[in-house]
Every structure is written in C-alpha cells, then in structure tokens.
C-alpha cells in the first residue's frame, strides 16, 4: 500500500500507530514517528503552520477534516498529500483516539498546475497573435516588443529578445528586446558579433533543437564565462534560445534569460514557445512581403518605363498590334513597320513554321511558357530569341492575343557551344590526366615492389651493426617514397570519385592502440610526453573504414611530432550513444608544437601547402597529408576542425558517426594461419618479372605450399593443363598475354573457379573493377606488406574451391547453377547461419532492386538504373551471376539521360534474371 494510515489519541494527539508506507511518503522509519509531540510541524513548510489549527478546528466542529496541502519530505521534497482524519467514538460516545488517511496527490496537482500555465500560455499566444493580425506595418517594432513583454512576464523571465543570424557575413545582431526594470539593455553591445564563439549553439539551431541551460553552474567555469560574455552579466541563472527557421533556412532565434531565479522550460511551455517562433517567421514575412511589395510596385513602374527586353503584342491571328522600344531595336523594324503584320511571316518569311500554330493552341487553352526560335532580323542577321509567351484576356475574361516577352540570346548560345567544346577539351585532359597517373603508378610502382621486397629478405640475413643501419635508412626512404606516391594517387582518386570508403567491423579503440604503440619509439626519441585517454563509453565494435581511420590518424600524429620538439602529444578518444547503435566519436589530437598562425589555418587543407614553403625551410613534406586527412573524413561523413596558436600548439579535432558492430565479427576477420597449415596447397605464381617473382616466393615459402611459376599468361594456361592448382597469383602487364586476358580463358575455355588474385601496381578503381569484372576474385597492390600478402593468401587457400573440368558434357551445362555461393562460404568460415543471413539480405536487396527497375522503365529514367546497377554490381561479382553481369556493367558505365530501346532490353533482361537468382537461392535457402 502506498497510502499512509495513522492513528493518534484524543485529546493530545501523541501518534500511535503509523503504516510503514510512510516511510516510502515522507522519508522517515515508522519509529521516528510513536510518541512523539507535536509531530506533524515536522512535515509541514513553515509557512503552513496555519493548517494544523484548521485541521483541528475541523475535528473540533464536525469531528472529522479534510484537506489538500503540501508538506516537506526527509530529503527535502516537496509534495502534495489529500489528508482525511476523524475521532473514533465507544458505545457511550466518549471519544477514543483519531484514525487519518493520507494519499499522494502530487502527479494530479502538477498536472492540475501545467494545464492552467498551458492554458494560460495559450491565450497569451492568441493574444500576440490577434495584436500581430492587426498590427499596421509602420508598428512593427512596438507590436514585436510588446509580444516579447508579455512572453517574459509570463515565463518570470529578466530579459527577451531577438537575436538574428547573418551568415554571409559570419555575424548576428539583437534586434528585438525587452528587459526587466532593473535590468540594463545590450542591443547596442549585441550588434554585428561575430558568430564564431556561437558554433555550439548554432550547431543546436541548425539541428531544429533548442538550447536550454537550466542552471548555469552545471557547466564547467570554461563554459560558464563563454556563455556570460555573449548573454550578459554573472547574474545568468537560466537561459534558453528557440531557433527560428524559415523554409529550411535558419535565421535567428528567440531567446529568454532569468536573472534572479532559475526557471526549468515545461514540455508545453517548449512547444508553445515552438508555436511563438512560426508564428513571429510568418509575421515577419507578411511584413517582409508588405516591404517588398511596395519596393516591386515602384519597381515595375521602371522596368516599364525603361524595359530592355523586347514586349510584343498580338492578337489571335497572330498580327501585331504592340511593340515596345526595346523589341523595336533588337528587331531593327520601326513600330509602324511591325504594327499590321503577322509576326511570323515578318520574321520568319522563308519557313512554315508549324511553332507559332501551336503556340496559339496553347494560348487558346490558357497554358503559358518560354521556348527559343530562330528569327532573322531586319538586317536578314540570323538571331536566337528565347520567348516567353502568355495568354491575353480583356476585362471579360475573353483570349484577345498572346502577349510575349523577347529576349536575343544568340551570344548566350554562342557561348553555349564554346562551353561545350571546352568541356569536351577538359575531359579529354582529365582521361589524359588518369592515363598518366595510371602508367605512373604502374612504372614507380613496379621497381618499389623489388627494392622493398629485397630490403625486406635482406632483413632477414644475419647482417652487422653499420649494415643494419644502411638497411634501416633504404627501408625508410622507400616507404617514404611510397607514401609519397600513395598520397598522389589518393588524391587523383578523390578527385575522380574513385576513392570508395568501406564499413567492416573494427576496434577502435585496439587501432588507437596500435598507432600509439607505432608512435611510441618516435616521441621517445624526440623526449615528448605521450599521451592515449580512451573512454570507457567507447564501442568495443564498430562500422567503418579501419585503413582510411589508421591513414588519418598517422597523418595528423606524424604532423604532430614534427612539428613538436618539446612539451607533449595526447590522444583523447570520446564517445557518446546519439542512437540505440550509433556512436558519434571524437578524437582530439593536442601537441605543442611550433603552432600556426591565423592565415595559414584557413590554408592548411590546401594540397601541396605548408607553412614555411622556402627553399630553406626546416621540416619537409608534400603538404599533401592534412588535405588527405580532410577529405577522407569528409567522405566518411565526419568533420575536421583545427585550432592554433603560433609558438603554442595545435589541436586537430575529429568528429566521426559510426554504426555499432557485432564483437563476433572480429574473431571472424581476425584471419591468423600456422605455417604448416598449407603443406599440402598448390599456388600458380604468374609473373613476367623474374625479381618480383623471387621476392613473392621468398615470402610465400613461409606458408610451406608448393609454388609454381610462370613467365606469362601462355606459359600459364600450358602449366593448368597439366596440373591442379588452389590458388594462382596473376601480373597484369605481361608479353605476349597479360593477366587480363588469361583469367578470361582460365573462366571461359578451361572452366576451372579457382581463386584468382591480381598482382597489380595500378590503384585505381576502374582498373579494379575491370578486373573483377573478367573474373579475378581479389587483388594485392605493389609494393606489398608481406604480413597482409600472406594474410589474403592463407584466407584463399583456406577454402576448397570447385572446379569445372573442360570437357564438362553438354548434359551437364544444362545443371549449371546460376550463381555460386563459394565466397560467400569461404567468408563465413563454416558459419551457416552467416549464409543464409547473407542470401536473405541479397533477396530482399534484389527484390528491390527490379521494382526500382521496372519504375526507371515506366518513367524512361536512365539515372535510377545506372544506381541500381551501381549498387548490386559487387554482389552479382561476388555470386559469379554471369548469366547478367555483363549487363548490369553495362548499365554501370551508360552515359545517357533517357533509356533507348536497346537499353530498355538489358535492363528487362537484368530484371528476369535477378528474379531467377532469387528463385535459386529460395532452393539453395530451403
């Protein structure tokens, strides 16, 4: 029971029996109560007092009470109780003792207390609102004024006012306010601020959330006195700013301070005050729109006045009855020459122009619209007009003619075509520009794949000191050199749209780890403090790109010690739940360093920028890694903020939203292998270059499998005839047949499914997907990390893979399985419920996928399938669908705004058979 029962004896009152639900009421044991005298002032505020005489007089007068008051609990709460008492009487009516009921009554008296505020709120709002109908434009200031008055008595606030953003200029002003007697106004000093210092509030603003501080002392003294300084004195208790947005764009916001008490905003009172903002948007639009229209009215009287554009009148059989002096002179024919003609014979006299027939139709059914024409002028000058034409009606509502607006766009157009042909020149570059950068890749590439590869098991032979040390120095200058052209080559990726960003399953917090183990050695070195903080509230999993997030965090924190020669360097890590599986993260990077000035922070994601750019300068680099940094982040979806202060240091601040993750995906990628796990495993090494073949070898013998090797993909194909293999590892650039030929007649002539995995220098996209496309199932790119080389090999090697022989019989060619789902096995490591998770998600993906198809049929639109294409393009590789592959990478790679015939059959044939994959893995699912 929730309800206190309590008994005291008559006449004096001493309590007697309490339940022990009044501990759970009032915060005090059942035994502090027995016995005790004058026990209920305990629980009454003192200002109450007056009531236990009520009560009393009551019991006195009918011999019972009834009433609903507040008391204090132990703990210092206020609540609301009904208290009922009366005497209890024995047979003769003597009085015995007094029995009482007690029964929490706050919820209904607090909402009692929000309804009448609500209420009262509400007629205050319709109140401002009849004040705003009604209000003449030149009130506006005492109408707004007013409305804030009568907001900020009612909310007990000290100060309302108006506050409004300017973007553009990267400024805000106050210009609305209402202040308590006692409290001072600070338009003046609120005028043209700068908005810098507002970001977290704008950034709430932004959001469509208010910003509401309903005590000041909660935040940290850093923040308190940001907040002071913009929103005045130390007096702020409370504070709250309801953003006004008009459309989507946001403009101000409206904002309440309390000076002498705090005051906590109700759910209501929010909404409400949510109701003020639109309304006030919608006000100062009527009044905006007033403004306007008297500045459009004195407008048109000019542009009538002194139009340069061409007005032509005519009626319904098309003769002119009108022309203004500006149509007289683009035209070159006086108004007496115009007047009485057709104005299509006039300007058009060797043409049966079916344009100006139709045009009249249109008109005849009340339809306007703009459209271009050739004409000749006077002169016999060849001219483009753009015309927009509209219906003409006299003051019955009766079609009298079509009145036209003329413009002469003939050196628009002109420069229409010269814009077309510069486009054309600037894509050919561009292609001119990959081309480049692709045989650059493969050509810088391909002799880093020998000099690492040989520094490497140079490494490993038993060398001395001195030699250790010249090793050491090679390494570290071709990795830099790598690193060098890996940075050129992510930015041409960039630029072209290539650069893809996964989501896999990573640890966070172990790659942060991982990177501060790496830097370590560095900032010993260098005698800097080294910090990693990490929160507890970080994810042990989540979704993202786990390379991308290493590159970013090695560029930054390389920056860092560089530039940094005393002091220290800390990592923070953050974390915050903004969904039920999402975490925004924010990873702080604080150093002091030489620092940056205010003009080159505003430069510093700039590509090829540093600082100090002399010729004598002392720290090198690209100045590539930050503009990496920034636009990597960028395609995550995340921010990258830096603040400096020259001779100080710097902080990098990354702000990133990531998807939560399954732990039990990282043991599935944690791919570890035994040396002789693979004893028994064949590998085709296809290569023309004999010291790149030595180098593979050399570090697949750490596998202990059989290799066998090939000069090119001739040599290749008489190698499969003869023997089995578990794995090839194909060159691309080979004489005589390359690596992309080859896999095709390994897939198309021999039949085998093997796994295929390119050896390639080229890094870019396109290369990619050609490759996969011909049938390779996955690709290095040289140079190679030896421990992610193996790593991929062991993973393929891992899974028996099935192969066809060449002389299948045509019998069997009809049982051929649509797709196959030996990657998808080989990923899930004996995991069935991981397949079939994997074939429903591919279902439904393809279900969606031909409705989305049959709409781009229905509406002729090209854009939707070339993304659909796009988007089931890796699945279909994956399932080897090679039945439609072709097709959908055809779709991929169209150039077209509208569907033609031809491509409206691919895209039939796409839809049937993706509707046959999904009837197969209905079986394979069953």
Known sequence: MSDVVYTASFPDYDLTFVTPSVDQMFGYPTGFWIGRHNWWYTLLLEEDYPIVDELLQQLTAKGKFEKTHRIRTNLGEIKWIRHKGKIVFDEQSNPLRMDCHITDITFQQQAEENLKTEIHLQEVLIDIAFIYINSELENEIATINESLRKLGYFFDADRAYIFDYHFDKNKGSII?????????????????????????????????????LHDLRRLKAREQQSILEHFGSGRLRSLITIPMIKGKKLVGFIGFESLRKHHNYTASELKLLGLFSHMLINIRNRQGWEKQLKIQEEKFRNIIANMNLGLLEVDNDDTILFANQSMIEMCGFSLNELKGNKAASLFMPNKKNQIIAGKQNLRKKGISDSYEIEILNKKGEARVWLISGAPNYDDKGELIGTIGIHLDITQQKKLEKDLAESKSFAETANKAKELFLANMSHEIRTPLNVIIGMIRQLGKENLKGKQMFYLRQADSSAKHLLAIVNNILDIAKIESGEMTINAEAFSLNALCNNVYSVMYSISRDKNLEFILNTSEKLSPVLIGDEVRIRQILFNILGNAMKFTDNGSITIDINAEDIEDNKQQITVNIQDTGIGMTEEYIHRIFDKFTQEEASSRRKFEGTGLGMAISSDLIRLMGGKLHVK???????????????????????????????????????????????????????????????????????????????????????????????????????????????????????????????????????????????????????????????????????????????????????????????????????????????????????????????????????????????????????????????????????????????????????????
């Not at 908005?195 to 959001?207: K, P, S, V």
């Open 176 to 212: 609305y306010e209402w202040c308590n007697d006692d409290v001072s106004s600070r338009m003046k000093q609120v005028k043209n601020i700068s908005l810098t210092d507002f970001n977290g509030i704008i950034e709430y603003h932004q959001r469509g959330e208010n910003f509401h």
């Open 644 to 926: 400096s202060t020259k001779g100080v240091g710097s902080t990098f601040s990354i702000t990133l939203t990531l998807p939560k993750g399954d732990p039990s995906a990282l043991i599935r990628s944690d791919l570890s292998w035994d040396q002789g796990d693979f004893s028994g495993k064949k590998i085709l090494l296809v290569e023309d270059n004999e010291v790149n073949r030595f180098i593979a070898v050399q570090s697949l013998t750490l596998l202990r499998c059989q290799i066998d090797e090939a000069g090119n993909g001739i040599e290749a194909l008489e190698k499969m005839r003869t023997n089995q293999y578990d794995l090839i590892l194909m060159d691309i650039q080979m004489p005589g047949m390359d690596g992309v030929e080859t896999t095709e007649k390994i897939r198309t002539e021999l039949k085998l499914k093997l796994p295929i995995i390119a050896l390639t220098a080229n890094a870019f996209k396109h290369d990619i997907d050609l490759y996969l496309s011909k049938g390779m199932n996955d690709y290095i790119i040289k140079p190679f990390d030896e421990r992610d080389f193996l790593k991929k090999v062991a993973m393929y090697l891992q899974q028996e893979f099935v192969s066809t022989e060449a002389t299948e019989s045509a019998a069997n060619q009809s049982d051929r399985k649509l797709i196959d789902t030996t990657v998808l096995e080989q990923m899930s490591r004996g995991d069935h419920e991981f397949v079939s998770k994997m074939i429903s998600i591919f279902k439904k993906s393809a279900q969606e996928s031909c409705q989305r198809l049959e709409e781009s049929l229905v509406n002729k639109d090209a854009g939707t399938a070339k993304k659909i294409a796009h988007k089931i393009k890796p699945s279909l590789v994956q399932l080897h669908a090679d039945t439609i592959i072709e097709d959908v990478l055809y779709l991929d790679k169209m150039d077209a705004d509208r569907l033609d015939a031809p491509t409206e059959v691919i895209i039939r044939n796409v839809i049937d058979g993706l509707q046959e994959i999904v009837k197969e893995l209905d079986q394979i699912s069953n």
